[in-house]
Structures are given as structure tokens and as C-alpha cells.
């Protein structure tokens, strides 16, 4: 069962790239790693997903280093509207028999 | 707007009762995962289906049940209420095909035992 440790706050300017680490140190091997946002009182939002090296979309990139025992993600230029907890999930959906493991996230505030 | 919708938005019961949530997923997404989002504890996973069967298990409580019908909406069934069980629980459905898999979340029902 793969468990992740994340920064439990950050605080950011605005126009700044923000970098979030979470560590997950047994992950498996067909496990995958998965970025979620969520502002108050409503359900997570998919940001990005990979499984090693680099991932970017229009969003958010995800670098994972070989050993593939942490990931950041990585924000460019950050808005106010950024501001909402960020949750590492570690975990094979298609896999038939795991457990999904989210971290306590890190809560983002981004400062005008 | 994910497509998961999730009934009531709000409860408000006493402890000892029984309540009943509701979860229809995205068209055409085969799983279906609960979470329980309390202050104090963060997202927890509760337990997932995929087309009927159960599949994986989570901090789920004997207390908590969940099924998913064959039109693929779920229930989670939670009887013999506590003050702790006061929480958001979230409905997430994703197509259960392969092994990258992106949950989508539903808004919630917001549970509040008195």
C-alpha cells in the first residue's frame, strides 16, 4: 500500500511557478501517479497523471524521477484563482485488487 | 461539470439512524469509488465497483455498505449513525478499462449527524 507525504501548506505569489513534491516511497510498479485540485466543498478535479519521466498539459507538468519514489508537480505562473488543496493519489485503477491512497494534500494559497 | 452526480446534496440526521446515498456515474464509466472526506482526516478511500462487483476495499466500516446496480448507479449504505460520521462523501466514477485511469468526482453529499 503506497503512501504519500505532502507539504501540508504553501504559500505563493501571484505570476510565480509553484512546485509541490509528494514522496511515496513503495510505490508499486504498476502504480500510477495522479494530481488532483480541490477547492472548498467540492469534489476533486483530475489535473494531470504519469507514470515516469515528464508529463505537461495546458495546466500543470509532472516531472517523476527514475526511481520513481516522488513527483512534483509543477504550476506555472500562478493565479489567485490556484488557491485549493492539491491531493498526490498513488494507485492502479485498473489494477484488480489495490487501494487508493490519497495524502492529506497541501493546501496552495496564492497571495496577490 | 464531471458528469457524476451525486443525491441528496445535504443531510441532516440523527445518531442511530440509517441514510442511503446516491452516486450515477459518467455514461459509459463502468467504476464507481466512495470517498469520505472528513476535517481531520482527509480524503479516505471507501471501497470501489466496477460493473456490479466489488473490486477493491478501503477504511470502509461494517457499519458502511455500498452495492451498484446493474444500470451501474451505487448506493452507500450507512447505518448505526455516529456524531464522527459527519463528513462530505464523494461519489467518483472513471471507465474502468485500463490502468490509467482519471476519477471523476461528484459534488458530494455534505452528511451532518446530530
Known amino acids: 500500500l503506497a503512501k504519500t507525504t505532502q507539504p501540508i501548506s504553501m504559500d505563493s505569489y501571484e505570476g510565480q511557478e509553484v512546485n509541490i513534491t509528494c514522496s511515496h516511497n513503495?510505490?508499486?510498479?504498476?502504480?500510477?501517479i495522479t494530481w488532483y485540485q480541490q477547492f472548498p466543498s467540492q469534489g476533486p478535479r483530475f489535473i494531470i497523471q504519469?507514470?515516469?519521466t515528464k508529463v505537461t498539459n495546458e495546466v500543470a507538468s509532472l516531472f517523476i524521477p527514475a526511481d520513481r519514489k516522488s513527483s512534483t508537480l509543477s504550476l506555472p505562473r500562478v493565479s489567485l484563482s490556484d488557491t485549493a488543496v492539491y491531493y498526490c493519489?498513488?494507485?492502479?485503477?485498473?489494477?484488480?485488487?489495490?487501494?487508493?491512497?490519497f495524502g492529506k494534500g497541501t493546501k496552495l494559497s496564492v497571495i496577490p | 461539470d464531471s458528469g457524476v452526480t451525486q443525491t441528496p446534496k445535504h443531510l441532516i440526521t440523527a445518531t442511530g439512524q440509517r441514510v442511503t446515498l446516491r452516486c450515477s456515474p459518467r455514461?459509459?464509466?463502468?467504476?464507481v469509488y466512495w470517498y469520505q472526506q472528513s476535517l481531520d482526516q482527509g480524503l479516505q478511500f471507501l471501497i470501489q465497483?466496477?460493473?456490479?462487483?466489488?473490486?477493491a476495499k478501503g477504511n470502509i466500516l461494517e457499519r458502511f455498505s455500498a452495492q451498484q446496480f446493474p444500470d451501474l448507479h451505487s448506493e452507500l449504505n450507512l447505518s448505526s449513525l455516529e456524531l464522527g460520521d459527519s463528513a462530505l462523501y464523494f461519489c467518483?466514477?472513471?471507465?474502468?478499462?485500463?490502468?490509467?485511469?482519471?476519477?471523476?468526482f461528484g459534488p458530494g453529499t455534505r452528511l451532518l449527524v446530530l
Open positions: 467518483a466514477s472513471s471507465a474502468g478499462t485500463g490502468d490509467e485511469e482519471t476519477q471523476y
Open positions: 513503495n510505490i508499486a510498479t504498476n502504480d500510477y
Open positions: 504519469g507514470y515516469k
Open positions: 493519489l498513488v494507485g492502479n485503477p485498473g489494477a484488480g485488487s489495490y487501494q487508493l491512497t
Open positions: 455514461s459509459g464509466d463502468l467504476s
Open positions: 465497483y466496477y460493473n456490479g462487483e466489488e473490486r
